[in-house]
């Protein structure tokens, strides 16, 4: 509706304007140029979104009054003629561009503020044709591009602010035109580059804001020159190098922030001199001389930050003069000695952070005249001695943290009248005696850390009136006793960790912390029914119980909670069986149940907790069939079932859980043979079968188990070789076999050679060149003495004959291989059952070992004959005896 | 010039080991991470320790010796804090969608025995310092898109006795010193590898 009339109107107007400009006198032309302001606020009005609601600047319309004139347009002023000078349109919603703003229309602009609004896109270069602004504010709006160097051309500027925009590229070195500008604000925008020297051309600057851009390069020592600069921020930019000695001229400055650079080099002296200075923020450089006492001249410092840097030395004694400190900032730096007394005169102090440094001895007690001191934090030092009861005058603090230092003594009872104090973390120190009931006052504490100390004595029960309390730590100390039943009551608790302390009783009633995330009660001497203590808590993500006394049985109601990751209540004295309900915790991903009294078998329902990662079942008195569903946890990572009563044969399926690094399933009774499907499970590091009975032979696939260090097989009925492929393990590192019935030649390997007697002993009739065991040339078997004669005629006279046995052989088996195929598939080895080795008669082992022992030597004979016919020898020979891994594959390849 | 950074980087990982828990190390290493099954929901940077955290295994000191996110749904690259976890045994992230290069800061692992990385999107080179990782047995940087030569100072590796390096671009010769007498040639399939190493002539490095 607007749009076209005023089109139209344009349309004539500019007719008008056209055809009667050269003949109208000097009223008609401030009318007119009136009107051309008229027209290009009306232009850029059309231009924004939404201006046609209705809603944006409703006031800038053309009526039916005689005069045309914007000057009681809302946001415009003008001038005594009747010319626009000023334009403040701050935070009204507008959103579009600057791009049919016709800076040429408003030759008198003096003021022009559109702060806070989405005005996006460049800032066109026109904006130089405002030769009258002194004023110009584009502040917090979308703009984007580079800063246009026609800026430079407004030389009346005085205040330019575009800060919290997106403007991006360099700061146009033209802005050093600016010669009467006093206030340059660019902070938080995306410019990169150096900062102009031509900057410190701008005489009448007294703020110069560049924080939170992208500037690289140093700082130019021309900014020196501005004598007039009051602020000076440079924080949080890509600037390196050092301070230059040029900004000691700076004798104006009241606010020097330098802070999260790259700046490097010492703390200059003459920072000193810049008695005005107000805050001298510097934190996260690279500064790595000592502090200068110098800066205890800064009478007017309210805020010095240092922090974050590698300041080292001590700190100045002459920080005690400045009085007007509000904040002292000198965490995180290497510095030493002791903690000056004189920061006790610091009346107006509120923060007081000297944590993560080196400083040492002890805290001073005049530090308790801070009496405005709302943070203190010295914690991660080296602080010795005890804490002064003085602490205990600081009112007004919230925040105490002294932990991780050496604070002896006991933790003094006048902490009880901080009672605006949220949170006191006094952790990791060596504090003894108990906690002071008075620490029960802080009504107002959110958080109490005072584990790794050496606290004892019972825990006090007004800890139970700390009812805003959301973090209850007091671990690894001494407390001994109950824990108070007022604990119940702290229903905002979302932490509490009270583990490692000698403990006992019973536990409170935690129903009521429906809050609680994470709970920690291991290593006490807890005595009580674990089914009665707990309810549902929905939010509970962890819990440990492990090493106390509970008893009782595991209730389905753990399964209830939804949010439980981790559950260890090992070495207990949890009886009953595992409930089938487990199953419905799908969460769950760290079962920890080991060293109780839990009976029964696991049930199948333990294949549906499909997050597991980690399932500590051992020492328990499990017995039964292991279920096949547990295959189906193919996130499990640790599986340790070792030390119960499991028996039958181990589930194939075990072979799914290709994350498993730990698989133990040893003092069991586990029977039959090693599943082949094992050898899935590529990331195995450890893998312990011993003391079952699993009989017949060690599968040669157990070598496919590519990253195995440890393998325990010893107690087992295992028969038969060893697979010779174990020489290819090369990451095998250790490994037991004993007590097995294992014989013929001990693999040729680090992980065989390296092995303790202890863990390969127990097998009749092992061999090979291990101190300890006959080499397998001279191979005197553990058989009765009738078959000791047979081997000690038949090997010598093998071994002079190696050469004609093997050229008859070669002849003999091309011929002869179908029947001696058939007969070795026939013969009785492979009807062979479970434990049959003890009943299977010797003889058979024996032939076994003459014709592995033949192959050997022809083997070694026929290398060096025509490969080929060799190669097609041995494997005719090596089918023949049923893929019993003898020959080396390095050997054949 | 180089050598003068390299000692830099030396003195700043130093400094970065003193000040920053291993705690700090993973959370660091999680933020490079894009993780949208919630694998590392549990690692909250408000605990003591990184001990109860799900994937990462502790020793009875509390510090860090395996970190198993292998298979995860994992993508994003890897950092230099990983170089700070200075007990780590056990670096599994084999089976993920990470990219970028392998941090030289990793041959700061002293204690590392085993490191798998294989079937992700790692480009750049081995780096050399591995050869600094005198305790490790397993490097498996298979199926990758790694480029460059292997680094001859991994001969010096003498306990290392798996090294599997195939399917990736790698080019130069096949390094026969030390631990690499005996990998078998399965090991270095499918890259641009010219062959074992002449011993006794002058290296020949064409192509790389």
Request: with cysteine; aromatic share 8%; net charge neutral.
């Amino acid at each position: 509706m607007v749009l076209p009339n005023l089109k139209i109107s344009l349309v004539i107007f500019s007719l008008f304007f056209l055809i009667l400009f050269p003949v109208l006198d000097f009223p008609l032309i401030v009318y007119s140029d009136s009107t051309e302001e008229v027209h290009a606020l009306l232009k850029w009005k059309t231009s924004l979104q939404n201006h046609d609601k209705g809603s944006l600047l409703p006031s800038w319309t053309l009526n039916n009054a005689t005069k045309i004139s914007p000057c009681a347009w809302f946001g415009i002023h003008c001038n005594h003629v009747g010319r626009v000078n000023s334009i403040n349109l701050t935070n009204v919603g507008l959103k579009g561009t600057l791009h049919d703003f016709s800076f040429s229309s408003f030759p008198h602009l003096a003021y022009l503020d559109l702060q806070v609004n989405q005005i996006f896109g460049i800032i066109p270069p026109q904006i130089g044709n405002i030769s009258k602004l002194k004023y110009l504010d584009l502040s917090s709006n979308s703009f984007s591009g580079t800063i246009p160097p026609q800026i430079g051309n407004l030389s009346m500027l005085k205040f330019l602010y575009l800060s919290a925009n997106q403007f991006s590229g360099r700061i146009p070195p033209q802005i050093g035109h600016l010669s009467y500008i006093e206030a340059l604000h660019l902070f938080k925008n995306q410019l990169s580059g150096p900062i102009p020297h031509e900057v410190g051309g701008l005489s009448s600057l007294n703020e110069l804001a560049l924080t939170s851009n992208f500037l690289k390069g140093s700082i130019p020592p021309s900014l020196g020159n501005l004598t007039n600069l009051a602020i000076l921020y440079l924080h949080n930019n890509s600037l390196s190098g050092s301070i230059p000695s040029e900004i000691g001229n700076l004798k104006s400055l009241s606010s020097l922030a330098l802070g999260n650079n790259k700046l490097c080099g010492s703390i200059p002296l003459f920072l000193g001199n810049l008695t005005n200075l107000d805050t001298l923020y510097l934190r996260n450089n690279s500064f790595s001389s000592s502090i200068p006492s110098e800066i205890g001249n800064l009478k007017s410092l309210s805020i010095l930050e240092l922090g974050e840097n590698r300041l080292n030395g001590s700190i100045p004694l002459s920080l005690g003069n400045l009085t007007n400190l509000d904040t002292l900032y000198l965490y995180t730096n290497s510095l030493s000695g002791s903690i000056p007394s004189e920061i006790g005169n610091l009346k107006s102090l509120s923060g007081l952070e000297l944590a993560d440094n080196e400083l040492s001895s002890s805290i001073p007690h005049y530090l308790g005249n801070l009496t405005n001191l709302a943070a203190f934090y010295l914690y991660k030092n080296s602080l010795s001695g005890s804490i002064p009861s003085e602490i205990g005058n600081l009112k007004s603090l919230s925040n105490l943290d002294l932990s991780e230092n050496k604070l002896s003594g006991s933790i003094p009872h006048s902490l009880g009248n901080l009672t605006n104090l949220a949170i006191l973390y006094l952790h990791s120190n060596t504090l003894l005696g108990s906690i002071p009931r008075e620490i029960g006052n802080l009504k107002s504490l959110f958080e109490l850390q005072l584990g790794d100390n050496k606290l004892s004595n019972s825990i006090s029960h007004s800890l139970g009136n700390l009812t805003h309390m959301t973090l209850l730590a007091l671990y690894d100390n001494a407390l001994s006793g109950v824990i108070p039943e007022e604990l119940g009551n702290l229903v905002k608790l979302t932490m509490l960790t009270l583990s490692d302390n000698q403990l006992q009783g019973s536990i409170p009633n935690l129903r009521n912390l429906t809050n609680l995330i994470r709970l920690r009660l291991n290593r006490n001497h807890l005595t009580c029914n674990i089914s009665e203590s707990f309810g549902i808590h929905p939010k509970l993500t962890f819990i440990d119980l492990s090493h106390n006394n509970f008893y009782g049985q595991i209730s389905s109601d753990w399964g209830k909670c939804p949010n439980l990751g981790t559950f260890d209540v090992s070495v207990n004295n949890i009886i009953g069986s595992l409930p089938p309900e487990i199953g419905d915790s799908s969460q769950l991903h760290v079962i920890d149940l080991s060293a109780n009294h839990i009976i029964g078998k696991i049930p199948s329902e333990i294949g549906k907790l499909s997050s597991l990662i980690k399932l500590i079942l051992r020492r328990n008195q499990l017995f039964g069939q292991l279920p096949s569903e547990l295959g189906s946890l193919i996130q499990l990572e640790y599986l340790d079932l070792s030390s119960n009563r499991l028996s039958n044969s181990i589930p194939r399926s075990l072979g799914n859980l290709v994350k498993l690094h730990y698989l133990n399933l040893s003092t069991n009774q586990f029977i039959q043979e090693i599943p082949i499907k094992l050898e899935k499970l590529i990331h195995l590091s450890e893998l312990d079968l011993s003391h079952n009975f699993l009989g017949k032979e060690i599968p040669s696939q157990i070598c496919n188990m590519r990253s195995l260090e440890m393998l325990n097989l010893s107690h087992n009925n295992l028969s038969d070789f060893i697979p010779r492929c174990f020489e290819e393990m090369n990451g095998l590192l250790y490994i037991d076999i004993s007590y097995n019935e294992l014989h013929g030649p001990i693999p040729n390997s680090t992980a065989f050679s390296d092995a303790l007697m202890e863990a390969l002993q127990g097998n009749e009739g092992l061999c090979g060149d291990i101190k300890g065991f006959q080499s397998c040339k001279a191979s005197k078997s553990h058989k009765p003495a009738s078959r000791k004669i047979w081997v000690v005629i038949v090997f010598p006279l093998l071994g002079t004959v190696a050469l004609l046995i093997s050229l008859i052989a070669l002849f003999f088996i091309f011929r002869r291989r179908k029947n001696a195929l058939q007969t070795l598939q026939s013969s009785p080895r492979g009807t062979r059952g479970f434990l049959s080795v003890l009943t299977f008669e010797g003889k058979i082992v024996y032939e076994e070992i003459i014709r592995q022992r033949m192959v050997l030597m022809m083997s070694t004979a026929l290398e060096k004959v025509d490969k080929e016919v060799y190669t097609k020898l041995i494997y005719l020979l090596e089918k023949s005896l049923q893929s019993r891994n003898f020959i080396r594959h390095s050997q054949v390849r | 010039m180089s050598r003068v950074s390299i000692i830099f980087c030396l003195i700043l990982v130093h400094f970065l080991n003193n000040c920053l828990f291993s705690g700090n190390a993973l959370h660091a290493l999680r933020s490079r991470f894009k993780d949208p099954t919630n694998v590392l929901q549990s690692w909250d940077p408000t605990l003591v320790n990184p001990c109860t955290w799900f994937h990462v295994t502790c020793d009875s000191n509390n510090h860090v010796i395996r970190l198993d996110l292998g298979n995860s749904n994992i993508s994003g690259t890897l950092g230099p804090e990983l170089g700070q976890l200075q007990h780590l045994q056990y670096l599994e992230l084999y089976m993920n969608d990470i990219s970028g290069k392998i941090p030289k800061e990793l041959g700061n692992l002293k204690s590392l025995v085993s490191m798998d990385m294989y079937q992700n999107k790692l480009e750049g080179e081995i780096p050399k310092s591995f050869a600094n990782l005198k305790s490790l047995k397993f490097l498996r940087l298979n199926n990758n898109k790694l480029t460059g030569s292997i680094p001859r100072e991994l001969t010096t590796l003498s306990d290392l006795k798996v090294f599997d390096v195939s399917n990736n671009g790698l080019c130069g010769t096949i390094p026969v010193d030390g631990p690499f007498r005996s990998f078998p040639m399965e090991s270095f399939e499918n890259n641009k590898l010219n062959g074992p190493e002449l011993q006794g002539l002058v290296p020949y490095d064409f192509g790389c």
